[in-house]
């Protein structure tokens, strides 16, 4: 499903079969010790909504669209943005996690209540703000 040759830079594909993908950004520092696990930037690709339970296509449509989301932390996700066909979802998904590391998204506009020491660490790690 995902290509983790095709994924930005420091993402790695931490789940994927035939309905559902996850992608991680540097688990290596989003790790629990410096920063709360859960605070892990993920790409999800799913098929319908994200917060499905697993297994839980079973009663999807056959029209159902493939969606594409950028979570931050638990409450905090960029705008999903959803597809007719898994191979654009994954492209997309692709095309995501490389402007992510890249310093190309504004992740802060996502935040009611920014959070400055991940944000700051967020900055440094993909060169936001140069």
Known sequence: ????AAL????????????????????????????????????????GRRTRR????????PDAPWVVTLRLEPDVERAPDTYDERATAVEAAERLTARFSAGELDYRST????????????????????
């Open 111 to 130: 935040y009611q209540l920014p959070r400055e020491p991940y944000l700051n660490k967020l900055d440094e790690l993909t060169g936001r703000g140069r």
């Open 54 to 61: 697993p297994g839980g296509n079973r009663h999807l449509p």
């Open 1 to 4: 499903m995902l290509d983790a």
């Open 8 to 47: 930005g830079s420091g993402w790695t594909v931490w789940n994927a079969d035939s309905d559902r993908a996850v992608a991680a950004y540097r688990p290596d520092v989003f790790d629990g010790s410096a920063f709360p696990a859960p605070c892990l930037p993920t790409v999800y690709v799913t098929r």
